[in-house]
C-alpha cells in the first residue's frame, strides 16, 4: 500500500469521523429542542393568563388540522381546501354524543376520528378524480356542501344558532374538564398522540407512495403500484384526524353551529401547511404562527387580523421566488470573489 493510498484512506476516516459528530451533535440538540418544547407546553398554564391558554389551545386544535392538510397537501401534492367539511363531521359526531350523555373524552375523540374517516372515505371517488386547480375548488365545494348541509339540518345541528355541549371528562365518572387549563392539558394530550401516530405514518411504505405520486404519479403507477388505493387511503387517514380535530374543537369551545366550518378553517389549516413545506413539524409552526398572527399580533394592531393574516399569505406565496433569487445572488457574489481570489494568487 502507497503512502498516497494511507492518506486518502486516512483523510476518509477523518471526514466520516467528522461527519458522524455532526450528526450526533445535531441529535443531541434535536431532542434537547424537543424536552424543552414539552416542557413549555405542559408548564405553560402556570405562568400565562387564561386569555393566551386559550389561544394555545386554538392553535393545537388548527396544527391538528394541519397535520390532516399536510397529509393530502405535503405528502400528496393535492392542496385540498375542504378539510374543514371532515372537522364538521367530527365535531357533530362528538357534540351529538355528549348531548346523549356520552362525555368521555377519549371516546368522543375516537368517534370523531372514525366519522370522519368514513366522510373521507364516501367522499374520495369524487374528490380524487381530479387534479390541480380543479382539485383545490372540488374540495372547496365539499367544504361549503358540508357547511350548508349543517346549516340547514335544523333539528340535528341547531342551524344558524348552533348547540351548546356538555364538559368532557378524562376518564368515566371524572370531574368535567371546565377550567381553561385543563381544557388546554386535554389537548395537549390528545395532540401529543395524533401527532405519534402521524410520526409512525410518514415511517410507513404509504407515505414513500404518497410522496412518489407528488412528483411523478404516472410512472410511479406504470411501475406497479397502486397509486388510486395510496391516495385513498391518505384521504381517509387525513379525514380521520380532521375528524378527531373537531372533536377537540367541541371539547374546547362547548358549542358548535355550520360558521365553524366555514372556508376560513379551511384555509388557515392549508395556509399552515404551506408554511411548514411539506413538513409536519413545520405545519405545527406554522399553525401556532398563524394563530398567534390573528389573534395575538392582530389584536395588537387594532383588529387588523386579517391584514396581518393576508400579509403572511403573500409572504408564504412570494418566500420561494424571492429564495431563489437570493440563493442566485449568494451563487454569483461567490464566484466573482473566487475569481477575484484566483486572480490575485496569479
Not at 349543517?150 to 341547531?158: D, L, N, P, R
Request: aromatic share 4%; charged share 10%.
Amino acid at each position: 500500500m502507497t503512502p498516497s493510498t494511507l492518506v486518502k484512506q486516512s483523510a476518509g476516516t477523518v471526514a466520516l469521523q467528522a461527519a458522524s459528530r455532526g450528526r450526533a451533535f445535531r441529535s443531541t440538540v434535536a431532542v434537547t429542542a424537543a424536552i424543552a418544547i414539552v416542557l413549555g407546553a405542559l408548564g405553560l398554564p402556570a405562568v400565562v393568563d387564561a386569555y393566551t391558554i386559550s389561544i394555545a389551545t386554538t392553535a393545537l386544535i388548527l396544527a391538528t388540522l394541519a397535520m390532516s392538510t399536510q397529509i393530502v397537501t405535503g405528502l400528496a401534492g393535492l392542496p385540498s381546501l375542504g378539510q374543514a367539511a371532515y372537522l364538521g363531521v367530527g365535531a357533530y359526531t362528538a357534540a351529538l354524543l355528549a348531548n346523549t350523555g356520552l362525555t368521555l373524552g377519549p371516546a368522543l375523540l375516537a368517534a370523531a376520528a372514525v366519522a370522519g374517516a368514513a366522510a373521507a372515505a364516501v367522499t374520495a371517488p369524487l374528490v380524487l378524480r381530479t387534479r390541480g386547480t380543479t382539485f383545490l375548488m372540488v374540495t372547496f365545494a365539499v367544504g361549503e356542501l358540508a357547511r350548508t348541509a349543517a346549516s340547514q339540518a335544523v333539528t340535528v345541528t341547531g342551524g344558524d344558532d348552533g348547540i351548546h355541549v356538555p364538559p368532557v371528562t378524562w376518564w368515566p365518572g371524572g370531574a368535567p374538564l371546565r377550567a381553561d387549563g385543563y381544557l388546554y392539558l386535554y389537548v395537549l394530550g390528545c395532540f401529543g398522540v395524533l401527532a405519534a401516530a402521524v410520526a409512525l405514518l410518514l415511517r410507513t411504505r404509504l407515505a414513500l407512495v404518497l410522496r412518489g405520486a407528488a412528483d411523478h404519479e404516472m410512472r410511479l403507477g406504470a411501475l406497479g403500484h397502486r397509486v388510486g388505493a395510496a391516495l385513498t387511503a391518505g384521504w381517509v387517514i387525513a379525514g380521520a384526524l380532521a375528524g378527531a380535530a373537531g372533536a377537540l374543537f367541541v371539547a374546547a369551545h362547548r358549542y358548535l353551529s355550520p360558521a365553524d366550518l366555514g372556508l376560513d378553517a379551511s384555509a388557515l389549516a392549508l395556509l399552515a401547511a404551506a408554511i411548514g413545506l411539506g413538513s409536519m413539524r413545520g405545519a405545527v409552526a406554522g399553525a401556532v404562527l398563524v394563530v398567534a398572527a390573528r389573534d395575538l399580533i392582530g389584536a395588537e394592531t387594532g383588529g387588523h387580523a386579517l391584514a396581518v393574516l393576508g400579509l403572511v399569505f403573500l409572504l408564504v406565496a412570494y418566500r420561494q421566488p424571492v429564495t431563489r433569487r437570493l440563493r442566485s445572488l449568494v451563487g454569483h457574489l461567490e464566484h466573482r470573489l473566487a475569481g477575484i481570489v484566483a486572480g490575485g494568487r496569479r
